[in-house]
């Protein structure tokens, strides 16, 4: 079972950049899909971005695309969340996430594990 820990979270200006980090421990990262997921208050968790256990198979949520990049490090047992051009609609938790498929998924139920999520607050 594996064990994500994001990181790099924070406190931003409007246009500023950001990048998110997962840490992954206790499993075979590089055979997991894994992606990026989002929840502002009172709102449901949506899709940020996906991509499968060699790189490939990279989705975007329509708020991500052109402004955020995803990528991995298998090597280093490492997920990255690369924002830029932030907006303050894009003040949520973050939450990183692994499936035991490794085909990417826009969908909460695809993924098996879970992290506990980074704070990221955009100001205007």
């Known amino acids: 079972q594996v064990q994500l820990v994001e990181s790099g979270g924070g406190l931003v200006q409007t246009g500023g950049s950001l990048r998110l980090s997962c840490a992954a421990s206790?499993?075979?990262?590089?055979?997991?899909?894994m992606g990026w997921f989002r929840q502002a208050p009172g709102k449901e968790r949506e899709f940020v971005a996906a991509?499968?256990?060699?790189?490939?198979?990279?989705l975007y949520g329509d708020s991500a695309k052109g402004r955020f990049t995803i990528s991995r490090d298998n090597a280093k047992n490492a997920l990255y969340l690369h924002m830029n051009s932030l907006k303050p609609e894009d003040t949520a938790v973050y939450y990183c996430?692994?499936?035991?498929?490794?085909?990417?998924?826009?969908?909460?139920?695809?993924?098996?594990?879970w992290g506990e999520g980074t704070q990221v607050t955009v100001s205007s």
């Open positions: 991509i499968s256990w060699s790189g490939g198979g990279i």
């Open positions: 206790g499993g075979i990262f590089s055979s997991y899909a």
């Open positions: 996430a692994a499936a035991n498929s490794g085909g990417s998924s826009r969908y909460v139920e695809w993924y098996d594990y």
